[in-house]
């Protein structure tokens, strides 16, 4: 499974502009300013601020620098001993992010820790609907999934996907343009999680589900583009397990997605062709389909200058009209797996 935790691009987008923080040194001015900002805005734009800021040094290589600083701030917000709800999702958000720096870091077990003190934090108020806790209790179980993967963990993991699926799907109702990319990442995080044929046949046909359900919702082309990954990403996966019927549905579905983003055809659009081309070449029924668009796909590469895509789409062509891909299927029948 792809290392991801909710800290990755995308996974809860900002649907405002929080306003961002010039000096993230760990030194006490820094701190007053962030703490200051945090106080006059709305929940979630503190997290996303916290989020941001987290995600903007980690970006920059400077894994122990985010983490050093989310655990100072988290100590300053603590000292002041408040205790009302918004300090306490505040505390519960800096310990949902740090779970989540944690886990890059590769220090599972105090991921694990940190997120048990944040799941006992927002067991103080177990009952409650509104969008803060969902969100947090979300995003946390996403991060416990990664945990229990990596740990061989697998019953857990599936049971804290499964939680943080439903969670986001009530989430997307209450607000699309927020939480219909995490839903999408969520769904796409069960068919890996899986260990069961059956599990993961139902995971990938509710992935196919929640992207048709989300194909008019996603918000601006950087989300959009998110989609199209999770569902190019899905097919190469299934293209590798020799289930070419299923991988076709995707591409396409991916395609068609990119094209209204890129209405100029793009390299993009180009690579994706070439992968659907050769998934249509590989199932029987649509096998035709495939020797076209790789045809087709051959020009565009030469015009390009794409010399790899050409020469491996002539590769492919070449092996269709000698029956290599019909002497494959043959040798499997033959010599069952």
């Known amino acids: 499974m792809t290392e991801s935790n909710s800290l990755q691009p995308l996974f809860i987008p900002p649907t405002t502009s929080p306003a961002k923080i010039s000096n993230l040194a760990i030194d006490?001015?820094?701190m007053g300013e962030l703490r200051r900002a945090v106080d006059e805005m709305p929940f979630n734009e503190a997290f996303d601020l916290i989020r941001s800021t987290a995600g903007d040094l980690e970006q920059q290589g400077n894994s122990r620098l985010a983490i050093d600083y989310i655990v100072a701030f988290d100590e300053m917000l603590s000292r002041a001993g408040n205790t009302d709800r918004?300090?306490?999702?505040?505390h519960a958000a800096m310990l949902q992010v740090l779970t989540a720096l944690l886990i890059n870091a590769d220090k599972l077990d105090n991921a694990i820790s940190t997120a048990a003190s944040t799941l006992n934090i927002l067991a103080r108020e177990p009952k409650r609907k509104d969008e803060p806790f969902l969100s947090l209790l979300a995003s946390l179980l996403y991060d416990i999934t990664q945990i229990h993967y990596r740990r061989n963990e697998f019953r857990q993991a599936e049971r804290a996907i499964e939680k943080s699926i439903k969670l986001f799907e009530r989430l997307e109702r209450m607000?699309?343009?927020r939480y219909t990319a995490p839903h999408i990442l969520a769904v796409a995080e069960a068919p890996k999680v899986y260990r069961s044929s059956s599990k993961q046949a139902k995971a990938l046909d509710s992935l196919k589900q929640s992207v048709?359900?989300?194909e008019n919702t996603?918000?601006?082309d950087d989300a959009t583009m998110h989609l199209i990954n999770v569902l190019a990403d899905e097919g190469r996966t299934l293209?590798?397990?020799n289930k070419h019927r299923e991988a076709i549905q995707y591409f396409t579905k991916a395609l068609r997605m990119l094209t209204k983003l890129e209405p100029e055809f793009s390299i993009a659009q180009l690579e994706l062709s070439v992968e659907l081309g050769i998934s249509l070449l590989a199932y029987k029924p649509a096998k035709e389909k495939g020797v076209h668009l790789l045809n087709t796909m051959l020009h565009k590469a030469t015009k390009m200058g794409r010399q790899d895509l050409y020469i491996q789409i002539s590769e492919q062509l070449n092996a269709a009209r000698t029956g290599a891909f019909d002497i494959l299927s043959i040798w499997h029948k033959i010599?069952?797996?």
């Open 28 to 30: 006490d001015a820094a």
């Open 86 to 90: 918004k300090s306490l999702d505040l």
């Open 175 to 177: 607000n699309p343009e």
């Open 335 to 337: 010599f069952p797996r």
């Open 239 to 241: 293209a590798k397990m």
């Open 212 to 214: 048709a359900d989300s």
């Open 218 to 220: 996603a918000n601006g």
